[in-house]
C-alpha cells in the first residue's frame, strides 16, 4: 500500500494542524508499505508571492514535520518542485480536463462567491493536485473531509485517461482523517490561520504561555459547577492530557471552585510536556543542515525514480515519448 500526503507550506503549523492531520499523517508511516510526503510549495505559490517567505515557510515545514516525528528511514519526504515531472504530467491532465469539473472545484467557487478574482493557478489547482497523486501511483490519501473532492477530481481524470489511452494510472482512495478532536483557538472558534486565533507548534514558550493566558473565557463565578465538554480550555487541555489527568480536570470542572487562570496554566504546562520531544528533535536538525539537505535529496531521488516512471507509461500512452 502506497499513501501519499501534501502539506502546503503557507504558514507555521499549529495544534489544529497537527491533532488535526499532521498527528494521523505520521502514524500512517508505519502502516504502509511506501509512504511519501512532501512540501507543496508550486501549490504555495497561488498564495505566497515573496520568494524569501516561500524559501523560508518550506524549510520551516520540513524541520517541523522531522521534529514532529516523520522518519526519512519509514517514509520519503520531498519537496514538490524537486520533481519536475509532476509538472509535466499536469499538462497531459489538463487537455482531457472538462472546464465545468474545474469550476465546481471548492476553492475556485469560493473566492468566485466573495467576489473576488481567481487566476489561473487557483483554477488548475485540482490537476496539479491530481498529478501529485497519480504520479507515484498512490493508493492511499489521508484528507480531512472538506478536501475529499481533490481525490474524487484525480480519480476522475485517471478514470478520463484510461478511458482514452488504455489501462495507465492507478486509481486513488480517500482516507478520511479523524475530525473527532476538538481544536479551537484561542477566541474559541475552530482554530485556523485565517482567523488569526492560532497557537503554533513550536513558538517560543514564553510568547506561547502568554497567548494561552489570554484565551478567551465567560465570566461565570468560580464556585459555580461547569460543564467540560463546552469549555475550550478543557477541549484543548484533554489533546495534550493523560486519561488520569483528564479525569481529574474533568471532576475539578464539574465540581467547580476554581479559576480559569489556573486551567490555562495547567493547559500551558501538559502542551510545553507534549511537544517537547519535538521541540528537542526539531532543534537537533536545525542545527545540522547537511543532514536535512540530505534527506530531501534522498527523497526526491526516490520520488523522481517513481514519477519518471508513471510519467513515461502516460507519455507512451499519448503519443508523445520517441521508442
Not at 511506501?34 to 505566497?48: C, G
Amino acid at each position: 500500500m502506497r499513501i501519499l500526503s501534501g502539506i502546503q507550506p503557507t504558514g507555521r503549523f499549529h495544534w489544529g494542524n497537527y491533532f488535526g492531520a499532521i498527528r494521523q499523517y505520521i502514524e500512517l508511516q508505519g502502516k504502509a508499505e511506501d509512504a511519501f510526503y512532501f512540501i507543496a510549495n508550486l501549490h504555495a505559490l497561488t498564495t505566497v508571492r515573496e520568494a524569501p517567505r516561500l524559501q523560508q515557510q518550506t524549510m520551516d515545514a520540513v524541520l517541523d514535520l522531522l521534529g514532529l516525528g516523520l522518519d526519512p528511514d519509514r517514509a520519503t519526504l520531498f519537496v514538490q518542485s524537486d520533481v519536475p515531472e509532476v509538472t509535466e504530467l499536469t499538462w497531459l491532465l489538463l487537455t482531457l480536463t472538462p472546464m465545468g469539473l474545474l469550476e465546481r472545484a471548492h476553492a475556485y467557487k469560493e473566492k468566485k462567491a466573495r467576489g473576488l478574482s481567481a487566476d489561473v493557478g487557483l483554477f488548475t489547482y485540482p490537476v496539479l493536485m491530481a498529478a501529485d497523486i497519480l504520479i507515484y501511483d498512490s493508493e492511499i490519501v489521508p484528507v480531512g473531509e472538506d478536501q475529499t473532492q481533490h481525490v474524487e477530481i484525480a480519480r476522475d481524470l485517471a478514470i478520463r485517461f484510461n478511458h482514452t489511452y488504455g489501462e495507465t494510472f492507478v486509481l486513488p482512495k480517500a482516507r478520511v482523517l479523524d475530525s473527532s478532536a476538538k481544536v479551537p483557538g484561542t477566541d474559541g472558534e475552530k482554530m485556523s490561520k485565517s482567523y488569526d486565533n492560532t497557537l503554533t507548534i513550536f513558538e517560543e514558550v514564553k510568547p506561547q504561555r502568554k497567548k494561552i493566558m489570554r484565551i478567551v473565557t465567560d465570566s461565570r463565578p468560580m464556585e459555580e459547577p461547569k460543564d467540560p465538554e463546552t469549555d475550550c480550555l478543557y477541549l484543548l487541555y484533554r489533546l495534550f492530557a493523560t486519561e488520569s489527568q483528564r479525569t481529574e480536570m474533568e471532576a475539578l470542572y464539574r465540581r467547580g471552585g476554581f479559576g480559569y487562570g489556573e486551567i490555562k496554566k495547567a493547559l500551558a504546562d501538559v502542551s510545553e510536556t507534549y511537544f517537547a520531544p519535538a521541540r528537542q528533535r526539531r532543534a537537533e536538525y536545525a542545527a545540522n543542515p547537511a543532514a536535512v539537505k540530505e534527506i530531501l535529496a534522498a527523497g526526491a531521488a526516490r520520488a523522481r525514480k517513481k514519477a519518471a516512471e508513471v510519467l513515461a507509461r502516460a507519455q507512451d500512452a499519448c503519443g508523445i515519448r520517441r521508442p
